[in-house]
């Protein structure tokens, strides 16, 4: 059974930090890349941040220097780390894991974790 799931979301005060953690079930093979996804009200869902199995990342701009996404390859698990969290960023953070083999690329998503920052 195909398993995405994230932990480690909740409500932190501005200038906070969280650790986002996903966990892909060993049944997907071939991962190339993971990655962070986040979805606030009202919004699409938008890249936050993305690491190949090499570990080339790439950020979006409203978070460069401030997350840090990492990746353990041998557990299968993906790792978002958020510093100086501002109210913006509050959102619905999604897991995104793509697999490729034989030609064929697929996609998973996790249920999403809440992260709030008030203002």
């Known amino acids: 059974q195909v398993q995405v799931v994230e932990s480690g979301g909740g409500l932190v005060q501005a200038g906070g930090s969280l650790r986002l953690s996903c966990a892909a079930s060993?049944?997907?093979?071939?991962?190339?890349?993971m990655g962070w996804y986040r979805q606030a009200p009202g919004e699409q869902r938008d890249l936050v941040a993305r690491i190949t199995s090499s570990g080339s990342t790439n950020y979006a701009d409203s978070v460069k220097g401030r997350f840090t996404i990492s990746r353990d390859n041998a557990k299968n698990t993906v790792y978002l780390q958020m510093n100086s969290l501002k109210p913006d960023d509050t959102a619905v953070y999604y897991c995104n894991v793509e697999s490729y083999a034989m030609g064929t690329i697929k996609t998973y998503w996790g249920q999403g974790t809440q992260d709030a920052v008030p203002s």
């Open positions: 060993k049944s997907i093979f071939s991962i190339n890349a």
